[in-house]
């Protein structure tokens, strides 16, 4: 069965250090979505990429946050440099236009 | 901007019930409704779309139901079982690239 890549599970790192994350979403998605959840709260979207372009990135942090999709199919979400409130689950989901979303297993931040 | 509640935040109930989460949403321009289940730690899984011509969607022991006009949807959950115990979340589809809008969700305690 089909389904969304995400690596590392898990990933500790000090503040202020760099950090990455990768996606694979489900062949033949155009739509990439990277959520972020806090323990005990929903996700809440950082970006969302339509194949290579970004339709929204409204909630995320620029100043710190990118996130790129160059051929429009895996991408990678960086932060740099990271923050102690950067911890939490990083979500990464994918879905056929307009259709139902499917969620990847997620990374869990930890940033010390 | 959407603002999706969930109500309770918990619930616990013996095995065999009948149960019902619910779900409301401030705008009833809505391109879809999605249902999630997330285990502790993990990513999210897909239960249920419902398209936003649609009133009701059913699998095996779920069913999902949508009034667009009054702003709900609930999950109704039959003859609950242990294996159920998860976080129910609730994701609201927006027209525009379809954005998703999740509550904080709903954790459920089945008890043996």
């Known amino acids: 069965e089909a389904e969304v890549a995400q690596s590392p599970r898990y990933k500790i790192t000090e503040k202020s250090q760099a950090v990455a994350f990768w996606c694979d979403p489900i062949?033949?998605?155009?739509?990439l979505y990277w959520y972020r959840q806090i323990l005990g709260q929903g996700p809440e979207l950082l970006v969302q990429f339509q194949d290579e372009s970004v339709v929204d990135d409204s909630q995320l942090p620029k100043d710190r946050f990118s996130a790129e999709r160059l051929k429009g199919v895996d991408s990678t979400l960086k932060i740099q440099p990271a923050e102690l409130g950067d911890s939490a689950m990083y979500l990464c989901a994918s879905s056929l236009s307009r259709d139902e979303a499917f969620f990847g297993q997620g990374t869990r931040l930890t940033v010390v | 901007k959407q603002e999706v509640t969930q109500i309770p935040a918990a619930l616990s109930v013996p095995e065999g019930e009948n149960l019902v989460l619910n779900c409301s949403f401030t705008d009833s321009a809505i391109y879809n409704l999605q249902w999630f289940r997330q285990d502790p730690g993990k990513g999210l899984t897909s239960l249920l779309l419902i398209q936003s011509s649609q009133r009701e969607q059913t699998s095996g022991r779920l069913n999902a139901s949508l009034d667009k006009s009054s702003g709900r949807s609930t999950l109704y959950i039959a003859a609950s079982q242990p294996g159920d115990s998860a976080t129910y979340l609730c994701a609201v589809g927006s027209y525009n690239f379809n954005k998703f809008y999740f509550g904080s969700g709903t954790k459920l305690n089945v008890k043996p």
């Open positions: 062949s033949g998605h155009a739509t």
